[in-house]
DNA sequence: CTCTTACCTACTTTGTCAATAGGTAAAACA
DNA sequence: TGTTTTACCTATTGACAAAGTAGGTAAGAG
């Protein structure tokens, strides 16, 4: 597993707040209702968008959470790696290549790396704007 | 992270195997001391590759494991699908598409699809022999 | 019949994910 | 002013799987 539920949440939520357009705040109750979400948990998630900065978000009444750019701007693999921590396919790659004392002599490494550029390079060459088209296909 | 110990360790074995050639078995206690594994942890592991037939087993003085095909006829993927159970990227696609009650409806279950066939692609397109190759670049 | 090896069943430990509990701070509104 | 609505914060719990351990039995060679 590579994406847990944290990662696939956070996209949804980033798929339903850009189908509300970058109009009105949509607080978290509605977004946790609405997707089905535990409430308590999605405010962990929306903490760690909120402050990376890929989300406004605005207290009181009318508040609540909104894009700040055009679906075109986020990838998926940013809101992943935000999201996840990391996309690293191995505990191998997670760290530098000190980490594994056999990285030196190890045959499978260069295979987990290219793995890991493999993922990456997908992940960062979709965007909110795709996901919203595939519906339509 | 979508490959754990388990998968990685019997790839290290396989790999080991491979360049002990097909002539002798090798013990278990041999291949677990020399790439540092738990001997009690790789038996398990061991259980798993001999069932399946990815090895030959011979019990006694004299015995041990040994491969029953040359490194071009394992791929990367066989193994890791047999040791690891799947190598699904998400829960979503692990069972069947009924198992999500969102499928119908998901943006990003296409995504998933894509990705999960990119990483099955990339793993049976490596074979042992691939591996071994490696060091000498 | 003893030694060496594979094979089997069950248990423990550890750690992370997912979710919960119970608050405080900011903004709108009456 | 104070009440409601919202985001934000810290800590804890429960479930589960991964990693490793323990203590055996069965097969085969010498």
Redesign the interface.
């Known amino acids: ?3 847990s ?1 944290k990662g ?1 949440y956070a ?2 939520v980033m ?1 339903y707040l850009s189908q509300k357009g970058e109009e009105d705040y949509i607080p978290l109750k509605e977004i946790a209702e609405s997707e ?1 979400i535990s409430q308590k948990y999605l405010e962990t998630i929306m903490a760690v968008l909120s402050k990376a900065g890929f989300v406004d978000a605005v207290h009181g009444k009318g508040g609540g959470y909104r894009l700040n750019r055009p679906p075109e701007g986020y990838t ?1 693999g940013g809101i992943l790696k935000l999201t996840e921590g990391s996309l ?5 790659t997670t760290q530098g290549p000190a980490a594994c004392s ?1 990285a030196s ?1 190890c ?2 490494l ?2 987990w790396e ?2 890991d550029k ?2 990456d390079d ?1 992940f960062e060459g ?1 965007t909110l704007a795709d ?2 088209a ?2 339509e ?1």
């Open positions: 597993m590579i994406v539920t696939r996209l949804r798929v089905g998926v690293a396919t191995v505990s191998c056999r002599c045959q499978a260069p295979m290219r793995l493999m993922v997908f979709i996901l919203l595939e519906q296909k």
